[in-house]
């Protein structure tokens, strides 16, 4: 009997020590793990900046950097490590997005033309250039051109002067025509000699300058004359004056320096990465500040084809026709070639993030989440961008907001962001 009641008073004290374990410890440890759920769920979103990533808090305010209101965040939203799978996408809320100002484009294939500007100057035509100068030596008596920009007809009288020279070379003539006249019916190796003297001493005068209206002259009067006429052989504008009266002047000596201005020639300094798109015959068009709101339309006649080492541009000239003399050499203008591209991809210019090495554009791959993708870029007009590998028509690229996610994406992504802060800059 004694033996049952200790039997009995043991099972007793053992169940009593089994709940007073359940008790103490079981319990407690469910209620850890409850509270472990508990926490698990509230640490699912964090508030943090906009504008500065780095800032978290379990609760909301303001930023402590640049005292902005601080969003909420999911984290049960963002991708996970093997999603993403090393690559640096980044996911935002809505209210992260509109916050950050982060807007898309679907990529599509556009026609663009490229505009090339440049500042131009107004020069003469080179081939309208000429030099009026003297083929015998003499002394100036008088001057018909006494100014410079003074306007000359071909054929105009420009100065006269005293020349023994000139006045030989009439007496050669005068004789050798005479003889000629003389022996003209003799047989022909008489005639034929003094018919050669005479036709060489008139080429000499034609050489020097004389006019057909000069030897007519002095065939007519049969003696010579000692103040000798100079006439233009062009028409123009005089640009340079160099002699005076009573000066002397030898043969090649320069009277005057004459350009025909109704047609001139522009120069502009275009930068090298635009050249590939210039060619000769390409329209031009130019503006002055002399004649507000008026074009002007001419062709490209020239590209240089070496680069000045200091600017890093090529001279191109342009051929312009100048109807009244209203384009003056000297006058600066600006110039606009317009040159058209094939159709292609292309993005606006705010979507490109450049780094120095390379051109990386963000992607919504799915909602509200992003990648990089490295482009290879063409062409640039103003507002767009060609694209000539790395995007396929309908894709969606961000235009506003890439800056913010680089900074997000290196934040969460350091080893494999998309544009190191390093290398480059951003066009957003």
């Not at 003094?194 to 002095?218: C, D, M, N, P």
Request: aromatic share 8%.
């Amino acid at each position: 009997m004694t033996k049952n009641i200790i039997i009995v008073l043991s099972a007793v004290v053992l169940c009593a020590g089994a709940y007073f374990l359940y008790t103490r410890y079981a319990r407690p440890a469910e209620t850890s793990h409850e509270a472990a759920q508990a926490v698990a769920k509230s640490d699912e979103f964090y508030y943090t900046c906009p504008m500065h990533p780095s800032v978290r808090s379990d609760k909301p305010g303001a930023c402590p950097v640049c005292g902005m209101t601080l969003v909420k965040k999911t984290l049960t939203h963002e991708p996970r490590d093997e999603e993403t799978s090393g690559i640096p996408s980044v996911h935002l809320s809505q209210s992260q997005r509109v916050v950050a100002n982060v807007a898309t484009q679907f990529v599509m294939k556009k026609r663009l033309r490229k505009e090339i500007t440049a500042a131009g100057k107004i020069d003469y035509a080179e081939p309208s250039f000429r030099h009026i100068s003297m083929r015998f030596p003499g002394r100036i008596e008088k001057i018909y051109l006494s100014y410079t920009g003074q306007h000359v007809g071909k054929g105009d009288p420009v100065a006269e002067l005293y020349s023994p020279e000139a006045i030989s070379a009439q007496q050669e003539y005068l004789l050798a025509k005479e003889s000629y006249e003389q022996v003209s019916a003799s047989p022909d190796l008489i005639s034929n000699g003094a018919h050669e003297l005479y036709v060489q001493s008139r080429q000499k005068l034609l050489l020097w300058g004389f006019t057909e209206g000069q030897i007519i002259r002095l065939d007519s009067t049969g003696s010579t004359s000692e103040k000798v006429t100079i006439y233009s052989p062009v028409s123009g504008i005089v640009l340079k004056k160099n002699i005076e009266p009573q000066k002397y002047v030898n043969a090649g000596d320069d009277l005057y320096d004459v350009a025909d201005l109704s047609t001139v020639w522009m120069y502009a300094d275009v930068y090298e990465k635009d050249l590939q798109f210039l060619a000769t015959g390409e329209s031009i068009r130019m503006w002055a500040d002399a004649y507000p709101g008026e074009v002007f339309s001419g062709k490209v006649s020239f590209v240089d084809p070496v680069v000045d080492p200091q600017t890093r541009t090529a001279r191109v000239r342009a051929e312009f026709p100048n109807p009244g003399l209203r384009l003056r050499p000297g006058m600066f203008v600006k110039a606009e070639i317009e040159i058209p591209v094939l159709q292609s991809l292309a993005v606006p210019k705010t979507a490109i993030l450049s780094t120095g090495r390379r051109d990386i554009v963000w992607i919504e791959v799915a909602n509200n989440t992003f990648e990089p993708r490295e482009i290879t870029v063409g062409t640039s007009t103003e507002s767009y961008t060609q694209v000539l590998s790395g995007l396929e028509e309908g894709e969606s690229v961000v235009i506003t907001g890439g800056y913010l996610l680089e900074s997000e994406s290196q934040l969460l992504h350091p080893a494999t962001a998309a544009t190191p802060h390093d290398s480059g800059g951003s066009h957003d």
